[in-house]
């Protein structure tokens, strides 16, 4: 449990490492046994946030109805499922690599990376602020994107082109599932299933 914790410590120091640029914070993690666990809760509250800040959109709309089922389903379902559509991000991503490229690529040292990685996608809890709604909605998946890239590039030897490659099959995967959950369930005809900017469902 010390060891769990003093990783947790540690947490605040990667982030910061994280929000200043500083890519090296991925080597820092990629071997590290004990930041599993932190980089994975990075993931699951980036998620939670992302959720959270569709909610809070649709409550500052002040709609007269529906705040509880976005809630429920963008906030809570939402951003529950958004955290098993990124692990299958990361599994693509690895088996890319490893079965498509021939590119040895260990799901474990991926899955501290790309977790930490995803921290971005918690700016999208400020879409609740209406006139920058979008903004901060693609702000927060396209940073994601480009740090996953950075990521895997870390955790892994493949050549810039196949990190290219695999990253984006993973991430295609992730905004196509979470697209079609958009339109599950929806509140009003205006987003289903999903969290932050992929809980608009965009179809007439």
């Known amino acids: 449990m010390e060891f769990q914790g003093a990783s947790f410590q540690n947490l605040g120091s990667w982030l910061l490492k994280l929000a ?27 998620s939670f946030l ?14 007269p109805k529906g705040g509880s089922d976005v809630f429920v389903k963008s906030f809570v379902l939402g951003s529950i499922l958004q955290v098993g559509v990124w692990f299958l991000w990361v599994y693509v991503a690895a088996m890319v690599l490893s079965k498509g490229l021939r590119v040895p690529a260990d799901l474990n040292r991926l899955l501290r990376t790309m977790g930490l990685a995803f921290a971005p996608m918690g700016i999208a809890v400020l879409m609740f602020i209406s006139f920058l709604t979008v903004p901060f909605g693609v ?5 994601t994107v480009v740090l996953t890239y950075v990521a895997i590039q870390a ?10 490659l695999a990253n984006v099959i993973g991430f295609v995967i992730f905004a196509v599932i979470l697209g079609i959950l958009a339109n599950l369930s929806e509140v ?9 900017l992929f809980f608009f469902n965009l179809n007439p």
Not at 51 to 61: E, H, T
Not at 139 to 143: G, L, S
Not at 155 to 164: G, I, K, L, N, R
């Open 155 to 164: 955790a892994t030897d493949a050549e810039p082109q196949q990190v290219m």
């Open 50 to 63: 992302s959720g959270l800040g569709s909610w809070l959109w649709w409550v500052f709309q002040d709609f």
């Open 139 to 143: 702000i927060a998946v396209a940073a």
């Open 20 to 46: 200043r640029l500083d890519l090296t914070v991925f080597d820092d993690i990629k071997d590290d046994v004990s930041a599993t666990v932190p980089a994975l809760t990075v993931a699951v509250v980036a």
């Open 188 to 196: 009003y005809n205006t987003g289903g299933l999903a969290p932050g």
